[in-house]
């Protein structure tokens, strides 16, 4: 199956904004890459910010998804799953250019809560909160929503520290926190 121009020029730019970063990355470098001219890309996106949200967008489905499958990999019981996040984590900090989470990156080069793109990467952890409540309550844990706040905590921790480090063994002190946290809240 073919690849539209837009989808095209997406690819290219989450690549080079994972790579080089959003600001870092002007239009003309995309549009080189892509080899998509000018007029396809305002075709599609009315601003750069516009071109970055849908990159995020793609990133967050990707994202997502892997983690779930490496989640549902990790065992049958909604704590196996929970716990095997880390793991994943750990498989994820250990992959050629690992430069921390996107999305933690977009909120810090676009910091008012109100931009778009700030709001898009925003959105990605509240999915990923919401799919974390969902898995601790089908592992039995009483207060669900307090569980996804401190998972989310413990993987954007780890995933900061590895970033920082360049350590991947955080995401293993991470599952360690999660294992004694589950425990805890019964599940």
Known sequence: ??????????????????????HATGIDRILAESGVAKMTLYKHFRSKEELVVAALRLRDERFRAWLAERA????????????????ALEEWFGTPG???C?????????????????????EHKGAM??????????????????????LMLLI?????TAHVTGNGRAARRARRTAKSLLKQAGA
């Not at 095209?8 to 790579?19: D, G, I, K």
């Not at 019981?77 to 793991?87: A, I, M, T």
């Not at 910091?111 to 793109?117: A, I, K, M, N, R």
Request: a negative charge.
């Open 72 to 87: 549902a990999a990790g065992g049958k019981s909604p704590r196996k799953r929970l716990l095997s996040v880390f793991d």
């Open 98 to 100: 690992f430069r921390g």
């Open 1 to 22: 199956m073919s690849v539209s121009r837009k989808d095209h020029l997406v690819e290219t730019a989450l690549a080079l904004f994972a790579r080089e970063g959003f």
């Open 102 to 122: 996107m999305f933690v990156n977009a909120c810090a080069e676009y910091g008012s809560l109100e931009h778009p793109v700030h709001a898009t990467a925003a």
């Open 129 to 150: 909160r919401g799919w974390l409540r969902d898995l601790a309550a089908e592992a039995g844990v009483a207060d669900a929503e307090e569980a996804a706040d401190q």
């Open 156 to 160: 954007d921790g780890a995933t900061v």
